[in-house]
């Protein structure tokens, strides 16, 4: 490798340690959200918190598992690349896919 390549390569890794970091502190702050709208809601309608966060995820299973065919529609091999359901452990795909 020359110089310029290694340069760029120890840049190239800087800024995706950056990038993890972000993505798990959007992650952080998406689960601190999610508990915190289920607490409220389970406050003011009187229902338990767990089946208020098990009906959120269940929206967000579908908004995800729509915008996946809609993208597959326009661009399949890209869709196939961004789609973490297959990565999904057995269980996971399980829950995933119940109605």
């Given at each position: 490798?020359?110089?310029?390549?290694?340069?760029?390569?120890d840049r190239f890794v800087?800024?995706?340690a950056i990038v993890r970091k972000m993505v798990?502190?959007?992650r952080a702050q998406i689960d601190a959200l999610g508990a915190f709208v289920c607490a409220e809601l389970a406050n003011a309608t009187g229902v338990e918190a767990k089946v208020l966060c098990d009906r959120l995820e269940d929206g967000i299973r579908k908004v995800y598992d729509g915008q996946i065919v809609e993208i597959e529609k326009k661009d399949p091999a890209y869709?196939?690349?961004i789609d973490m359901r297959p990565d999904?452990?057995?269980s996971d795909q399980s829950?995933?896919?119940l109605p």
């Amino acid at each position: 490798m020359t110089p310029e390549e290694v340069k760029l390569l120890d840049r190239f890794v800087n800024e995706f340690a950056i990038v993890r970091k972000m993505v798990f502190h959007q992650r952080a702050q998406i689960d601190a959200l999610g508990a915190f709208v289920c607490a409220e809601l389970a406050n003011a309608t009187g229902v338990e918190a767990k089946v208020l966060c098990d009906r959120l995820e269940d929206g967000i299973r579908k908004v995800y598992d729509g915008q996946i065919v809609e993208i597959e529609k326009k661009d399949p091999a890209y869709a196939a690349r961004i789609d973490m359901r297959p990565d999904f452990s057995e269980s996971d795909q399980s829950e995933w896919y119940l109605p």
